[in-house]
């Protein structure tokens, strides 16, 4: 079971990171992670599904009539590369860059190259799982998004000390695992490819999904054992945002008449 809050999500205060009016306690039945893998010719199918139960409000609100019912839930992922030698990033067939993009944008497929060749792929369309009492299934939407849409200092401070630790335990591995420099920047700040998975029904209820990304293998980038100076290898990091180290930071957004949102965000 975990435990969180609902805020009202109000620029003034940095759309609930940096205080702004509580709005109720919320529970989680339940939130698992797992991961598994197949091999085909020269791909590997990464399946990494997760389960969130049901979320329910709790006392004390301070809210009027506070409710889940109507809103959406979007899940924050980045994705951390790490190559000897540069890289690009493609979304819907163009180059896209989380850090320079002034937009965000629906998606439907990404990719990272590494030179020429197409070293992993992203296939940006599935559906997910309502755990209602008789399961319903619904288009899961992906959306690329620009850093400056990220809310100021959304992952700095006290309730992102797991995220850090995190980060510099991988940073610190880099030379174990694959023969790359330990310097390597971990930071949400330098992804390439930030994205949003959005469940538009939702209302509170038990959701499942597995996402399924596509590794290849291409021979000429790998024509040795022993990664060797300039030699082109690369790793890439998927983070569901602070879920992957016990945590999770979650988009509540509920669509009033003439296209007006509002948005709260559930801190956990």
């Given at each position: 079971?975990?435990?969180?809050g609902?805020?009202?999500?109000?620029?003034?205060?940095?759309?609930?990171?940096?205080?702004?009016?509580?709005g109720?306690?919320?529970?989680?039945?339940?939130?698992?992670?797992?991961?598994?893998?197949?091999?085909?010719?020269?791909?590997?199918?990464?399946?990494?599904?997760?389960?969130?139960?049901?979320?329910?409000?709790?006392?004390?609100?301070?809210?009027?009539?506070?409710?889940?019912?109507?809103?959406?839930?979007?899940?924050?992922?980045?994705?951390?590369a790490?190559?000897?030698?540069?890289?690009?990033?493609?979304?819907?067939?163009?180059?896209?860059?989380?850090?320079?993009?002034?937009?965000?944008?629906?998606?439907?497929?990404?990719?990272?190259?590494?030179?020429?060749?197409?070293?992993?792929?992203?296939?940006?369309?599935?559906?997910?799982?309502?755990?209602?009492?008789?399961?319903?299934?619904?288009?899961?939407?992906?959306?690329?998004?620009?850093?400056?849409?990220?809310?100021?200092n959304?992952?700095?401070?006290?309730?992102?000390?797991?995220?850090?630790r995190?980060?510099?335990?991988?940073?610190?591995?880099?030379?174990?695992i694959?023969?790359?420099?330990?310097?390597?920047?971990?930071?949400?700040?330098?992804s390439?490819?930030?994205y949003?998975?959005?469940?538009?029904t939702?209302?509170?209820?038990?959701?499942?999904?597995?996402?399924?990304?596509?590794?290849?293998?291409?021979?000429?980038?790998?024509?040795?054992?022993?990664?060797?100076p300039?030699?082109?290898?690369?790793?890439i990091?998927?983070?569901?945002a602070?879920?992957?180290?016990?945590?999770?930071a979650?988009?509540?957004?509920?669509?009033?008449?003439?296209k007006?949102?509002?948005?709260?965000?559930?801190?956990?």
């Open positions: 079971m975990v435990q969180g609902l805020v009202k999500a109000d620029p003034a205060y940095n759309y609930g990171y940096g205080g702004g009016l509580f109720s306690n919320v529970l989680i039945d339940q939130l698992s992670m797992y991961y598994d893998y197949s091999l085909q010719g020269n791909r590997t199918f990464l399946k990494t599904s997760y389960e969130i139960g049901n979320v329910t409000l709790t006392p004390p609100t301070n809210i009027p009539n506070v409710t889940l019912t109507g809103l959406s839930l979007s899940l924050l992922h980045f994705v951390l790490v190559s000897s030698t540069p890289y690009t990033v493609t979304a819907n067939s163009s180059p896209y860059d989380s850090q320079t993009s002034q937009t965000s944008s629906e998606v439907n497929v990404a990719q990272v190259d590494v030179g020429n060749s197409l070293a992993y792929e992203f296939r940006f369309k599935d559906n997910y799982t309502l755990l209602t009492s008789t399961p319903a299934t619904y288009p899961a939407v992906y959306a690329a998004a620009s850093g400056n849409s990220l809310p100021t959304a992952f700095q401070g006290q309730g992102a000390l797991e995220v850090i995190a980060q510099d335990y991988v940073k610190a591995s880099l030379p174990d694959a023969g790359l420099p330990a310097s390597s920047d971990l930071n949400y700040t330098t390439k490819l930030i949003r998975i959005s469940y538009p939702w209302g509170g209820v038990g959701t499942k999904h597995d996402p399924t990304y596509v590794a290849y293998y291409v021979p000429n980038l790998l024509a040795v054992s022993t990664p060797v300039g030699f082109p290898l690369i790793i990091y998927l983070a569901v602070v879920a992957a180290v016990a945590a999770i979650a988009f509540l957004v509920t669509k009033r008449p003439r007006t949102q509002n948005v709260a965000s559930l801190k956990i």
